[in-house]
């Protein structure tokens, strides 16, 4: 029980003791609230998976206006720019890209597919309670997806705290934002909540004097609205969401051709409605047996259009999951479920625009799945938690996921974790790479690709190593994906100049990221993080093995944070070290560096918090090729290694009113 049904609440850190201590549902009941402050990211020392946890102390370090900013501090995961054009951004995992990193909102799968592109800018920062960051192999319970490993996003609770919440921001580009989020406990058992958030900019603006803006206008609409009922034996949540997106970038009115050429503009639409209910029942509260339902239903609209070329899709989402977990006895727990997902895409492809017909193009998967995970826990010295699933995909057929996962804690000062085990994927090439649309090329997509199929073997050893009165955290981890089955997208390849072919794998594809971090408290107040990774990731192409492009070989990170003693004023400062790497062409890009800081006062209702982002100003001289022609085949805006824009001066106000 205590495993499903806290996940259920969505309590983002719950200590051993604790959990020892709750000997049934109603003694949780009677924990009003569990508080964790931390102004880094926590390495859970008591899960078997390699995990961190990112809490609301680090997530306000920085303005986090949305997911894709909140990993600006954390050494794991890169985000990056994915286009010129969009000002979509995508993150990055063990040296892959996310399209392997399986997404989840409140431990349910979620933001795939078409949803993926502009997915980073879909969860708004101030709505989130917590992100739960898992590397390599992860547990078969939610799915086959993860190959390099999972990101969770907690949002805040009904059952939190009472009151209202609210966060306005401004930068220099003239974006603004504005969150507002209010709960209302309606007695001992029921609980409410509603979050907003409004995001605008219209800044036309062209720092390179490219003729391209440098970042679309943007203007999003983001609700939410969710219910909580616990009682002794039954937790239940329901959430209900809607969000309206829209980005028009491209040639600047300012800045029109001097030919007689149409300018070339983007447009990005998206509207996207989801609902999810979760329920939690407590069978035997002596062996935490219990049951849980979990639905989930999504429906997403996106109208894109690039210069002529036009991309519509409307996908589906129906997903469902049954869980039963028991612990057999103290050393022992078996959890068993099934799970059912359907996915509908409807996709229109026109790369002529308004010279040709579109032709709409329907596909369905459906896939039925099985699992069973077994957990043997010693104390805290070793866990073994080995897990397989069966699933069945109306497209791929049947396939197995095996998985393992060791933890090993021989004291308090050293902890060893292995894992290994396989991930598979449906590709959806132009759903998933949309922004790959935002250049020249000739684009063919592979009749028969194949479900994408991939090993993740990695191993981490971490230390608590006490030093003159303080904590010494400092880990150095391992981790091999070995692919199988890719869908690889092969640029200007022997098919011939200016063409992208969306194909399967024919060779070999790896990616080998070896990473070592230290976090220690310099003094009383002031925390420092340092971190470096490796990376060598090489595909096939053409029979050719070579580096991945626009990949960085390395990546440092220092971040300092100091409070006063008081806690009234918090000064952050973060530095990134992004190593070079090969583009397309196999030309080379240089490392770059950047640098972000922030400072934050605390008052009685409210903080104020004055920032600025990329202060060393770098960026891309030209990051759109052939910008003055863009209606050429060699135009193209999709091989951007770094930053677009240049610095950046932000200040926001977060208020808070609690117990209405």
């Known amino acids: 029980m205590r495993k499903v049904l806290i996940g259920l609440l969505g309590y983002t850190f719950v200590s051993q003791q604790m959990l020892a201590q709750t000997d049934s549902i109603a003694d949780t009941r009677e924990l009003k609230a569990v508080v964790v402050k931390a102004t880094n990211g926590i390495k859970s020392r008591f899960r078997v998976d390699n995990a961190e946890i990112i809490g609301q102390g680090q997530l306000i370090r920085a303005a986090c206006c949305n997911l894709g900013e909140s990993f600006t501090a954390n050494p794991s995961v890169d985000v990056s720019y994915s286009d010129a054009a969009t000002g979509a951004k995508q993150i990055k995992l063990l040296g892959l890209s996310g399209t392997y990193v399986q997404m989840l909102t409140e431990n349910v799968p979620n933001l795939r597919g078409a949803a993926l592109p502009y997915s980073l800018g879909y969860v708004p920062g101030p709505w989130m309670q917590s992100i739960q960051v898992s590397k390599g192999a992860s547990s078969v319970k939610n799915g086959y997806e993860s190959t390099t490993g999972q990101i969770n996003i907690e949002f805040l609770k009904p059952q939190g705290t009472d009151g209202v919440r609210a966060n306005v921001y401004q930068d220099s580009e003239l974006k603004t934002e504005v969150n507002l989020d209010g709960s209302v406990h309606l007695n001992e058992r029921l609980s409410t909540a509603t979050l907003l958030h409004f995001e605008n900019r219209q800044m036309d603006h062209d720092g390179n004097h490219d003729g391209f803006m440098d970042m679309p206008k943007l203007r999003q609409y983001n609700l939410m609205h969710r219910w909580a009922y616990v009682s002794p034996r039954w937790i239940s949540q329901l959430m209900l969401r809607g969000l309206h997106d829209e980005r028009n970038g491209g040639q600047s009115r300012k800045h029109s051709a001097a030919s007689s050429e149409p300018l070339y503009t983007t447009a990005v639409k998206t509207n996207r409605y989801e609902a999810l209910w979760k329920n939690g029942f407590t069978l035997n509260a002596d062996h935490n047996t219990s049951v849980a339902l979990m639905l989930h239903g999504s429906w997403h609209d996106a109208d894109n259009m690039f210069g002529r070329t036009e991309y519509d899709v409307t996908q589906k989402n129906g997903y469902a999951q049954l869980m039963f977990e028991t612990d057999i006895t103290e050393h022992h727990n078996l959890s068993v479920g099934a799970s059912l997902n359907h996915d509908y895409y409807d996709e229109r492809f026109n790369p002529l625009g308004a010279l040709a017909r579109t032709e709409s193009t329907v596909s369905k998967e459906t896939t039925p799945g099985v699992y069973a995970q077994y957990t043997y826990k010693l104390g805290e010295k070793l866990t073994v938690m080995p897990g397989v699933r069966w699933d069945h995909s109306s497209r791929y057929g049947s396939f197995v996921t095996p998985r393992l996962h060791v933890k090993y804690s021989p004291n308090s000062i050293v902890t060893l974790r292995t894992s290994v085990g396989k991930g598979y994927r449906s590709p959806h090439a132009l759903a998933e790479n949309v922004s790959l649309l935002a250049s020249g090329r000739e684009i063919f997509v592979s009749p028969d690709l194949k479900q994408e199929e991939a090993w993740n073997t990695g191993a981490s050893l971490g230390f608590n190593i006490p030093l003159f009165g303080r904590n010494l955290e400092l880990n150095a981890e391992y981790y091999y994906t070995d692919f199988v089955n890719q869908m690889i997208m092969n640029f200007d390849g022997a098919s011939g100049q200016h063409t992208l072919r969306f194909e399967n794998l024919d060779g070999k594809s790896y990616s080998h990221t070896f990473q070592v971090d230290a976090t220690y408290a310099l003094f009383s107040g002031m925390i420092a993080t340092a971190a470096f990774r490796l990376n060598d990731v090489k595909c096939t192409y053409d029979g050719s093995l070579r580096q991945k492009p626009l990949t960085s070989r390395y990546k440092g990170l220092l971040t300092l944070s100091y409070k006063t003693p008081l806690e009234l004023w918090q000064f952050d400062v973060t530095g990134q070290l992004n190593g070079g790497g090969e583009l ?62 240049g610095a950046m001066a932000y200040v926001g106000v977060r208020f808070k009113l609690e117990k209405l």
């Open 584 to 645: 397309y062409d196999q030309s080379s890009y240089p490392a770059y560096f950047q640098l972000q800081a922030q400072v934050t006062r605390e008052f009685h209702r409210f903080s104020l918090y004055v920032g600025g982002e990329n202060l060393t100003n770098c960026k891309i001289d030209d990051p759109i090729r052939h910008a003055h022609h863009p209606w050429s085949a060699a135009f193209d805006a999709t091989q951007v290694w770094g930053p677009v824009t």
